[in-house]
């Protein structure tokens, strides 16, 4: 079974840092991988979808990487301003229609 | 385009009760999803429709029964509520884009406390 870890499970930075977030998943065999941003009481967001083939994919000020046979990906946010502030989740399809999620970065921007 | 919608928005029911959730998209969408999200646990599958007609199990089906009505609708029914069911359930469409890969559209969630 897929797992999906997410580190770290809650960060705060100043405006204006560059920072990472991680994703590690057990298994390789993946479709493709997919960074989700969701705020408080709402649904998620789709930020970036990297497909197996893919290395990188990149949208604004977001760039998202993945390396399937070490089973890791990273979200790095340039410049973070505090509307990024926002929970952060990945999930990666491992079979046809079957998509494992991790819990999740909490991530606060402070002004 | 309204995208995903979800109703209710919220609800709370008595273990032994039963309900449906109701979810439409309106993206022309095959493929339709129900997750449960809990705290710590990240969201889990419960059952995905690939295309009208047919419905599949994921990771966590007991105690939930769904339905693709057509295929902008898919519904899922607790048919006894139990409080182990407490939880923020999401519905999702999932398009397939040109290169191949499915990117979801997700509801904004219906908030269900069983007492």
Known sequence: ?111 | NAGVTQTPKFQVLKTGQSMTLQCAQDMNHNSMYWYRQDPGMGLRLIYYSASEGTTDKGEVPNGYNVSRLNKREFSLRLESAAPSQTSVYFCASSDVLRTGAETQYFGPGTRLLVL
Do not use: H, M
């Open chain 1, 1 to 111: 079974k897929q797992e999906v870890t997410q580190i770290p499970a809650a960060l705060s930075v100043p405006e204006g840092e560059n920072l990472v977030l991680n994703c590690s998943f057990t298994d390789s065999a993946i479709y493709n991988l997919q960074w989700f941003r969701q705020d408080p009481g709402k649904g998620l967001t789709s930020l970036l979808l990297i497909q197996s083939s893919q290395r990188e994919q990149t949208s604004g000020r977001l760039n998202a990487s993945l390396d399937k046979s070490s089973g890791r990906s990273t979200l790095y946010i340039a410049a973070s301003q505090p509307g990024d502030s926002a929970t952060y989740l990945c999930a990666v399809e491992s079979t046809g229609n079957q998509f494992y999620f991790g819990t999740g970065t909490s991530l606060t921007v402070i002004p």
